[in-house]
């Protein structure tokens, strides 16, 4: 069935360094696929999404890829900092068991980063 | 502003004491929804709304139940909260409800049953 696996946190880097966050999908077709983040006290908001492959989606000076051949979109930022620390969601836009479309959440990866 | 805003932010009940977190969107949205949040299992659906007076069960609706009387209003209603349904409850909202991937969330509230 359809189903979304993304990385295990927490994840802990020192300012400036690079972050990846991966996530992989099981689904039939292509679908939208969005990264959401939810930085301390807050709901979650979207981050960036790429909607077809090869599609690139970047915002912040994070980027993720989408990847058809190995069913992926990873999270990457090459210099992360202290106001990065959040918790991020891998979100492909999937087909329920009903038909209809629908957000599947990833269990979400907390990342703390240290001045 | 737009936003969806929910009340309480924090409360903690009792076993079987009714209650009903609301939530309420200012940007006309179709879709809106109700997650909870839980550690190691991410985000889960409950109950999800295509428009007035159109509601479905999503993911994990035993326990709860939601009403959509007015466009911008979607209450989560909990008749007889026990204490597995402690939890982190979000609402969301989307303009186009045929594409519910860019939702707007609430800021959450927690909600402790002992």
């Known amino acids: 069935g359809n189903s979304v696996t993304q990385m295990e946190g927490p994840v802990t880097l020192s300012e400036e360094a690079f972050l990846t966050i991966n996530c992989t999908y099981t689904?039939?077709?292509?679908?939208?696929l969005f990264w959401y983040v939810q930085y301390p006290g807050e709901g979650l908001q979207l981050l960036l999404k790429?909607?077809?492959?090869?599609d690139k989606g970047s915002n912040k000076g994070f980027e993720a890829t989408y990847r058809k051949e190995t069913t992926s979109f990873h999270l990457e930022k090459g210099s992360v900092q202290v106001s990065d620390s959040a918790v991020y969601f891998c979100?492909?836009?999937?087909?329920?068991?009903?038909?209809?479309?629908?957000?599947?959440f990833g269990t979400g990866t907390r990342l703390t980063i240290i001045p | 502003e737009a936003q969806v805003t929910q009340n309480p932010r924090y409360l903690i009940t009792v076993t079987g004491k009714k209650l009903t977190v609301t939530c309420s969107q200012n940007?006309?949205?179709?879709?809106m929804s109700w997650y909870r949040q839980d550690p190691g299992l991410g985000l889960r659906q409950i109950y999800y709304?295509?428009?007035?007076?159109?509601?479905d069960k999503g993911d994990v609706p035993e326990g709860y139940k939601v009403s959509r009387k007015e466009k911008r209003n979607f209450p989560l209603i909990l008749e007889s909260p026990s204490p597995n349904q402690t939890s982190l409850y979000f609402c969301a909202s989307t303009a186009r409800a045929n594409s519910p991937y860019e939702q707007y969330f609430g800021p959450g509230t927690r909600l402790t049953v002992t």
């Open positions: 709304s295509m428009n007035v007076e159109v509601t």
């Open positions: 979100a492909p836009l999937l087909s329920s068991n009903f038909g209809n479309e629908k957000l599947t």
């Open positions: 689904a039939t077709g292509y679908p939208s």
């Open positions: 940007m006309n949205h179709e879709y």
């Open positions: 790429a909607t077809k492959a090869d």
